[in-house]
Nanobody
Framework: QVQLVESGGGLVQAGGSLRLSCAAS????????MGWFRQAPGKEREFVAG????????QHADSVKGRFTISRNNAKNTVYLQMNSLKPEDTAVYYC????????????????WGQGTQVTVSS
């Protein structure tokens, strides 16, 4: 069992930055691939970024590539999403998720989810 708690969301002006954190409970955090997803009102949940269990490989959605960076610290049981050059269209609830397997862009392949943190980007 893995419990995930996101933090770091908030209100920021366009062009600004935020860093989201996702703290995981459990001693097997390093066994899980991790992902960040987001969901805006009226839209489906979409993949933002993913990272393998070791942190050796990452992937980012085209819409955030070059602006967002996923990373992890297995010693701290934490995964991060550094978000720079934020745009109003990045406004959404951001979720972290854990997959006992390889990193994936598909939500249903993740086993555990956090409660989400709101990110609002004003123009």
């Amino acid at each position: 069992q893995v419990q995930l708690v996101e933090s770091g969301g908030g209100l920021v002006q366009a062009g600004g930055s935020l860093r989201l954190s996702c703290a995981a409970s459990g001693r097997t955090f390093s066994s899980y691939a991790m992902g960040w997803f987001r969901q805006a009102p009226g839209k489906e949940r979409e993949f933002v970024a993913g990272i393998t269990w070791s942190g050796g490989s990452t992937q980012h959605a085209d819409s955030v590539k070059g602006r967002f960076t996923i990373s992890r610290n297995n010693a701290k049981n934490t995964v991060y999403l550094q978000m720079n050059s934020l745009k109003p269209e990045d406004t959404a609830v951001y979720y972290c998720a854990a997959a006992l397997g390889r990193s994936s862009r598909v939500p249903y392949e993740y086993d555990y989810w956090g409660q989400g943190t709101q990110v609002t980007v004003s123009s």
